[in-house]
């Protein structure tokens, strides 16, 4: 049985439960609110749509009827606003989160929990804190999306599948994540030189990239969706499936979410986004490719960021 709990059901948390349902991923979806009626609502609604997917129970429970759940997915908190950086939201998320950890970890000891709220890395090192769970159990989304945003723009530059493009988001997720150029590349092509490869023996052709507006695209994405629509909630939910399905699939992928580091990189006591390996019991490990030195400053200067928001807030 593929049980998961999912605490906090506005528009992220209730897109991810439609998701798990459409993809037929679990055979039990709980949906946990403060809101216990926003609750209810979402559950029906897309429980009178179950015929047609795979066979699942989905319905608005409490804390205790998280109990046996394989995956818990953490989405509660205030959402961010237009303008507003997810660090901004800091102290009233972790408070939030706070009070949560010890009403879910009591009936739900053994799951993998998947920190989705921002600011998703401060939230995931309150979760290693207070939770008193494995590491391996406690996986914050990370960049997880910011890495979907990259694959997505560069497959729309260069007219290829999203599956040949292999480059990755690293550090927080907000304003000081970077992108490692040195090791992004199109069907083991490095990136910097598709444009001059592609299309030699062909009609296809790929246009040399601007990096830095590329990169601008990325880290500005989220807020530019908030802007036109009021949140985000797609990428993040398909996002967040992903990891789900690597997690009860069994089989090791790897993908940037964020874990704690332990001297990675130079990197200690803060978790952010690497490349780490997910699967059956959660965070498996890390994959510590090498990256430049420009690129090892920049991991490290988003770390002290976050360092910084951690040092000025009670956690």
């Given at each position: 049985m593929n049980k998961i709990s999912i605490i906090g059901t506005g528009s992220v948390?209730?897109?991810?439960?439609?998701?798990?349902?459409?993809?037929?991923?679990?055979?039990?979806i709980v949906m946990i609110d403060i809101n216990h009626e926003k609750a209810l609502g979402e559950a029906l609604d897309i429980r009178q749509g179950t015929p047609?997917?795979?066979?699942?129970?989905?319905?608005?429970?409490?804390?205790?009827?998280?109990?046996?759940?394989?995956?818990?997915?953490?989405?509660?908190?205030?959402?961010?606003?237009?303008?507003?950086?997810?660090?901004?939201?800091?102290?009233?998320?972790?408070d939030i989160t706070k009070s949560i950890i010890p009403e879910i970890t009591r009936y739900a000891p053994d799951a993998v929990y998947v920190i989705v709220s921002n600011p998703v890395d401060v939230l995931t090192y309150t979760f290693h804190k207070l939770s008193g769970l494995p590491e391996s159990n406690i996986i914050g989304s990370g960049t997880i999306l910011d890495t979907a945003r990259l694959r997505a723009r560069l497959s729309e530059y260069c007219h290829i599948s999203q599956s040949n493009v292999h480059a990755y988001v690293f550090g927080e997720h907000g304003d000081s994540s970077f992108i490692p150029w040195s090791v992004a590349n199109i069907s083991n092509v490095p990136i910097t030189?598709?444009?001059?490869?592609?299309?030699?023996?062909?009609?296809?052709?790929?246009?040399?990239?601007?990096?830095?507006?590329?990169?601008?695209?990325?880290?500005?994405?989220?807020?530019?969706?908030?802007?036109?629509?009021?949140?985000?909630?797609?990428?993040?939910?398909?996002?967040?499936?992903h990891i789900c399905k690597c997690i009860l699939?069994?089989?090791?992928?790897?993908?940037?979410?964020?874990?704690?580091?332990?001297?990675?990189?130079?990197?200690?006591?803060?978790?952010?986004s690497t490349l780490n390996v997910v699967g059956r019991k959660g965070a498996c490990g890390k994959v510590n490719i090498k990256l430049t030195d420009d690129e090892i400053a920049k991991l490290r200067h988003s770390a002290?960021?976050?360092?910084?928001?951690?040092?000025?807030?009670?956690?």
């Open positions: 948390g209730s897109t991810i439960a439609y998701s798990l349902a459409i993809l037929g991923m679990a055979s039990e047609f997917c795979a066979p699942c129970s989905i319905y608005a429970g409490d804390y205790p009827d998280a109990a046996g759940s394989g995956i818990v997915i953490l989405t509660s908190g205030v959402a961010r606003k237009a303008g507003q950086s997810r660090l901004e939201l800091a102290q009233i998320n972790v030189q598709c444009h001059k490869i592609f299309g030699e023996d062909s009609e296809f052709t790929c246009p040399e990239l601007d990096l830095t507006e590329i990169e601008d695209y990325v880290r500005k994405s989220g807020g530019r969706v908030i802007a036109r629509k009021g949140a985000t909630f797609y990428a993040v939910s398909m996002s967040v499936c699939s069994g089989i090791d992928t790897t993908m940037t979410v964020s874990t704690m580091m332990h001297g990675e990189y130079g990197i200690e006591d803060v978790c952010l002290d960021t976050l360092k910084d928001v951690i040092n000025s807030i009670k956690i």
